[in-house]
């Protein structure tokens, strides 16, 4: 069974994917249009991580 593209579109624009990051323990800081923060997959010493809530 496969998902649909329009039920995909539907589920993904409830998501809040800042509020997702956020909650996996990523402190995010507003950067312009985007949120920047320390990446959880390696040892970060400035924000590499750009998350674009678009």
């Known amino acids: 069974m496969s998902i649909s593209r329009e039920l995909l579109n539907k589920i993904t624009s409830k998501l809040d994917i800042v509020e997702i990051v956020s ?26 991580l750009t998350v674009s809530p678009d």
């Open 23 to 48: 909650s996996s323990g990523v402190t995010l800081t507003k950067k312009g249009a985007n949120y920047v923060g320390l990446c959880p997959f390696h040892d970060d010493k400035n924000p590499s």
